[in-house]
């Protein structure tokens, strides 16, 4: 018998995107119901984040494909199908998180 463990989710499961500072490592989650910028400063340390040209891809600097993501997944969450991404189970850690959403004591 082989038994294979697989993680999946909704795209209404996406709440949100944080972003983290390269230099400082502050942590700054922007809702998706709200995402109206891109972050090009961190609020704690003012180090640069996002660009608006980004050089593995000079046709498109990050603010625009942070804008597409976020666009595309509103129209993944309105589809007349169900869809459900799955993800890597990695996410597991050592016994904190179950996926019925209760934290295991």
Not at 71 to 81: I, M, P, R, T
Request: hydrophobic share 35%; with cysteine.
């Amino acid at each position: 018998m082989t038994v294979e463990k697989r993680v999946f989710i909704s795209p209404a499961d996406l709440i949100g995107i944080e972003y983290e500072c390269e230099h400082c490592h502050a942590k700054h989650l922007v809702p998706f119901a709200s995402f109206d910028r891109v972050l090009y400063q961190c609020p704690n340390c003012k180090e640069g984040m996002a660009t608006a040209s980004n050089p593995n891809r000079p046709e498109q600097g990050d603010d625009a494909i942070l804008h597409h993501f976020a666009e595309a997944l509103g129209n993944l969450k309105n589809l007349s199908v169900k869809i459900r991404l799955q993800i890597t189970d990695e996410l597991h850690v050592a016994g904190t998180w179950r996926y019925d959403g209760e934290t295991d004591k």
